[in-house]
């Protein structure tokens, strides 16, 4: 069967005959992952294909070998968790990102690789950013190694800077046309009697087109869940099939959906965007897009991955109708209208930019790259996120002297969290190395979940005897992670005596007094179910929690260690709680309202708190202001981090007792002054880019600052409506340097204009204005030197966004000319000219 990339299929070889690197876009169904790799093998000995989704390497690999009457695992395969078919003489093998890293730690120099295609780059993870970085270097050294970049919709200038005589092809190729149908009504970002109207009536509409099968983009298991009971309750879905593609599926499951293997010829997919790129789903020509998705972003503060609801991309997007003309003409139909989409993001944020980088690092480390910031970063974080994560990995005992120590090189091999690598270490002092590695894939099955349940001393072990018997739910991949964390743990000593060598560990991983002690503490309990109670304290400490007391015992609310508020469970449950202070917190949440909730807990009784969490406990001094006594105080307590759990004494202070000693005051008030202060919030923002940016950075003495507007009569009663201005006690030449790059407002002279510039927290510095603002702009307005692009919001005449850009010129060639036809006629009193990057007011 011919697909519409196989004439061009010669002309990608060449490119690559005369580039070291390439880059290919093409339409989605083109068939670039299918074709590209067994047309190039006559060349190359071997290829490794990278795709960001395992049933994607895994659909891709059988695909190939069907096409090309092979032998599935033995001249193509794939590697995935969990699963993988090939052999040494396999030439084309379909990996996922982070098995191409392993692969790398294994075999630095990639010797017996000839070429590495990146399949969909555009959902590249942060994994290949560590593989290209650290295949360029090799380049650098004179390696013929090749890559091969592939994606229907990917930001083409990245790739151009970083890789120098970069070759690259661009396709149009649809391979059989579709319908677009928008909504007329705005696009909905949660399920309620709105949403849900919307989305049977699409439904309606698609079915009475004709459509049999259907693929449907939902943001996440909740809103899957929505739409089946939906669909079961309507008459007019009766005769269709309803099937599920999530994360969470079993993958043999997940691959008879694609393939069809039950012969639906009526079926409705709901599906997260694990559907979005690289598959054809057989019999689908029809989608039915949410415009949601459920992005994951690490949030320090609580430490957690934190998950919510946003707009997709519009790159996103175009991927998703791809999906609908892939075997036929197919519909996609959208639930946001034309004027939403324009106001999409281009491309979603890199994974680099919002992940946690605790793996990442440690995996850099071990590859000989310290400090990180040396490295080559396809997509560098910045100076003062990686700086805190080398501190991170110094205070845990992770690294000493810039390498890996046993306990950090312990982490890596067993890939395993900071926490999970205590555990593992402890419980093998007293448990099976079987269930030693059952325990912790329960507690990593555990802590990914978002099930309001208690995971506990009795119920890990239940879970352990459930597992033994059968009865766990999700067995099947807790076997497979459970013998990878065996394999792991073989490899730490001799069959015999396994313990004593772990105990040999101990000794030489906990050397400070306060864990020799509890070393011994834990030896006396050995006999007692205790053991774990005291295991889990000990490897989580920084999860313990404290509750809130009320009138009647303790409330639903406690503090973190990090000083931050969580509410425990479902508020309605409330009632069900042990009535114990203190529990190990597993996993958070945080919900649409930015409430931090926890889920999968622990409660510690007080001789298990005495034991394992008390002696880790640190004795520190603080000033706080008392709001109703009007009056400051010295507090002595014990403190995890910034956990009180226990106030040894309390004494008022006299104002000429305050000296150095406002940095308290003002650290401890942070959160609510920049809550209040948008000016300061600001303001920290500005700096903040100066010193990832630039090598001279700007020193905030905060206690000059708050000592020295004391002096002028503020008190801290009225601290919340401080609005001083703290540019003010910088020096001069730095208040130049932030004037100079990350201004307040940005003339543009050839427009004699000034904008606003906005700078939010972890977001681009944008400008917002009406379209017309900026006609006779032939350039995209940029900071910090031109090392920034700020962010346009384009408004519409009505005052609201009709297109968010970072490339204005860009915007004036594509987009702008459908703008201008549908908006004049509705606003014919304003400027819509046929030229507007050549205007003149």
Partial sequence: MQLPIDPHLPEIATLLEKNQNVLVQSSPGSGKTTR????????????????????????????????????????????????????????????????LAKKIISNPELKGIDLIIFDEFHERSYWTDLSIGHIKEL???????????????????????????????????????????????????????????????????????????????????????????????????????????????????????????????????????????????SGVTAVL???????????????????????????SSVQRQGRANRLGPGICFKMW?????????????????????????????????????????????????????????????????????RFGQLSLDLNLSYENTIFAVLAHCYYSIEKVSVLIAILESELSSSDTSRVSHSTLLDAHEDYRRGRLGGSGDTAKRSAQIIAGLQRRGPTENRQDTWKQDCDQLFQLDEQKKFLNTLESYKKSDSVLDLI???????????????????????????????????????????????????????DATQTARCFNFHFLDAETFNAAVRPFAKLVSRVEFVDSKQQFYKVTELVIKKLSIETLSTEPLASNELKGKTQDIFTNDMDNLLFTLPSLSEFLNRVNLINQHQDQKIEISWPEVIEQEIAKGLTLKNRLEWNFEIEDYLSYENQKLLKALVPKELLLKDLNRSFRIQYPSNEAPLIEARLQHFLGLATHPTILNNKIKLKIVLLGPHGRPIQITNDLPGFWKSSYPEIRKEMKGRYPKHAWPEDPASFKN
Avoid at 290 to 306: F, I, K, M, T
Avoid at 344 to 372: C, F, N, R, T
Avoid at 385 to 403: E, F, P, R, T
Avoid at 536 to 559: D, P, T
């Fill in 36 to 99: 590209i790799p067994p047309f190039l093998v006559s060349k190359y000995k071997k290829i490794l294909v990278i795709e960001p989704r395992r049933i994607a390497a895994i659909y891709a690999a059988s695909r190939i070998a069907d096409e090309s009457k092979w032998e599935l695992g033995k001249e193509v395969g794939y590697e995935v968790r969990f699963d993988s078919k090939s052999s040494p003489s396999t030439s084309i093998l379909f990996l996922t990102e982070a098995l």
């Fill in 337 to 405: 209208s034309e004027l939403d989409e324009r106001s999409m993001e281009k491309a979603p944020v890199s994974d680099i930019k919002k992940s946690s980088l605790y793996e990442l690092g440690l995996q850099l480390i071990d590859m000989g790259h310290w400090p990180l910031s040396q490295f080559t970063w396809f997509e560098k974080p910045s100076d003062a996120i990686l700086n805190d994560w080398q501190q991170v990995y110094i205070d845990s005992g992770l690294c000493v002297d810039k390498k890996l120590t």
């Fill in 536 to 590: 889990l304290s000990f490897s989580y400490l920084n999860r313990v929690c404290k509750r809130r007391k009320q009138e009647r015992g303790f409330s639903n609310r406690a503090i973190t260690t990090k000083g931050k508020e969580v509410q425990i469970g479902d508020p309605q449950k409330a009632n069900l709680l042990p009535q114990q202070e203190y529990f190990l917190n597993f996993h958070t949440i945080i």
């Fill in 289 to 315: 897009d949410s415009g949601l998705h459920r992005d994951a972003s690490y949030n320090a503060e609580y430490e957690v991955a934190q998950l919510s609801t946003k707009k997709i991309s519009y790159f």
């Fill in 139 to 281: 380049q650098i050294l004179g390696s013929n190694i090749q890559l091969l970049f592939l994606s229907a919709t990917v930001d083409k200038e990245p790739l151009q800077v970083f890789f120098e005589n970069l070759g690259m092809i661009d396709i149009e190729l649809p391979r059989f046309p579709i319908e677009v149908i928008y909504q007329r009504k705005p696009l909905r970002y949660s399920w309620n009697g709105e949403f849900e109207s919307n989305f049977v009536s699409a439904l309606h509409e698609l079915i009475q087109k004709g459509k049999k099968q259907i693929l449907v983009f939902l943001p996440g298991l909740k809103e899957i869940r929505n739409a089946g009971r939906v669909l079961e309750s309507d008459a007019k879905f009766r005769g269709f099939q309803i099937e599920v593609l999530h994360g969470s599926i079993p993958l043999a499951i997940q691959k008879a959906i694609v393939a069809n293997s039950n012969n639906y010829e009526q079926r409705i997919i709901l599906s997260t965007n694990i559907a979005e790129s690289s598959l054809t789903i």
